[in-house]
């Protein structure tokens, strides 16, 4: 099954986003965590991609072993990072032998120790352009791309994030998944621009359940995303508390699920971090999903 299948109206997009371990062990450890994220029957998972494919081959072993295992639809990131417009298309073909079906196409950050995007010799310089290179050659692929609900931090302004945006729509994109962000009106800001831009693709929330308020704070900072005052009280009354911050973080995320889920969403897309408490307890809160 390919992305633009996992939404419609009798179907709720659900998703979860892994990335490759470094590690044998690690990579046990996943799959332990993966026994229980597909509890859920999720529509399909994805796992990331490091700059200039620099995991790419364990991205495939992550991404082809879950399929394998629970006969699940999977996704490969993609980036443009350092990789030239041949060496991209070896890759997918490697993906489509072992069964992935699908991408997540992203421009990519620069990678460690730049600070600006710096596209090579026979390469691409943005998303879209790489979306139309899979549409064009693979268009058995199902194309997820990433959007931002408080505007990427390299845009001038949200018109001209906005612009960028439907532009990989326009080249070949299934389904919009959005940054990670913690204020709601947000992502309903997004998608009623989108609307009026005649982006028609759906647009699914990226969530990511806080465990840990340092941690979350390092990731807010690389990708531009605010984390609500009352939210950052709230995890630092439990600063001296693992448990507690954990607790914090997963009902605010059920709180902000909820209202998602109230606000009429196609499907929802967790970045687990490799992990499955956090994701199953959100999940378990919310009726259409909790367990039997």
Do not use: W
Not at 14 to 24: H, T
Not at 92 to 104: H, T
Not at 223 to 243: I, N, Y
Request: charged letters at 20%; one cysteine or more; hydrophobic letters at 40%.
């Amino acid at each position: 099954m390919t992305i633009r299948d996992a939404y419609g109206s009798n179907r709720f997009g659900l998703s979860f986003e892994l990335f490759p371990p470094k590690s044998a062990e690690g990579m046990a450890s996943l799959f332990q965590h993966v026994d229980e994220l597909v509890k859920f029957d999720p529509s399909f998972i994805t796992c990331t991609f490091g700059a200039g494919g620099s995991t790419q081959d364990r991205t495939l072993d992550v991404i082809a072993g879950v399929r394998d295992k629970y006969a699940v639809p999977v996704a490969t990131h993609l980036t443009c990072v350092g990789l030239t417009e041949p060496q991209i298309g070896e890759y997918l073909a490697r993906a489509l032998d072992r069964g992935v079906e699908n991408v997540v196409a992203l421009r990519g950050d620069p990678p460690k120790g730049e600070t600006a995007f710096k596209p090579i010799a026979g390469g691409f310089s943005y998303a879209n352009e790489l979306v139309g290179f899979i549409r064009r050659d693979f268009p058995q692929m199902g194309i997820a791309v990433g959007g931002y609900p408080e505007k990427h931090q390299e845009a001038p302004s949200l018109d001209v994030d906005l612009e960028n945006l439907k532009r990989k729509v326009d080249a070949g994109a299934d389904v919009i998944i959005t940054q990670l962000f913690y204020n709601n009106d947000d992502f309903f800001r997004l998608r009623d621009r989108c609307d009026g831009l005649g982006i028609a693709v759906p647009i699914v929330p990226g969530l990511l359940p806080v465990t840990n308020l340092a941690q979350i704070q390092r990731i807010a900072s690389l990708c531009g995303a605010k984390l609500p005052s009352r939210f950052v009280t709230a995890l630092e009354q439990q600063s001296a508390d693992a448990a507690g911050q954990f607790s914090v973080g997963v009902e605010f995320a059920i709180e902000q699920a909820v209202g998602l889920l109230e606000g009429g969403i196609p499907g929802i897309h967790f970045y687990v971090l490799n992990k499955s408490e956090a994701t199953r307890r959100v999940l378990n809160a919310l009726p259409q999903f909790a367990e039997e």
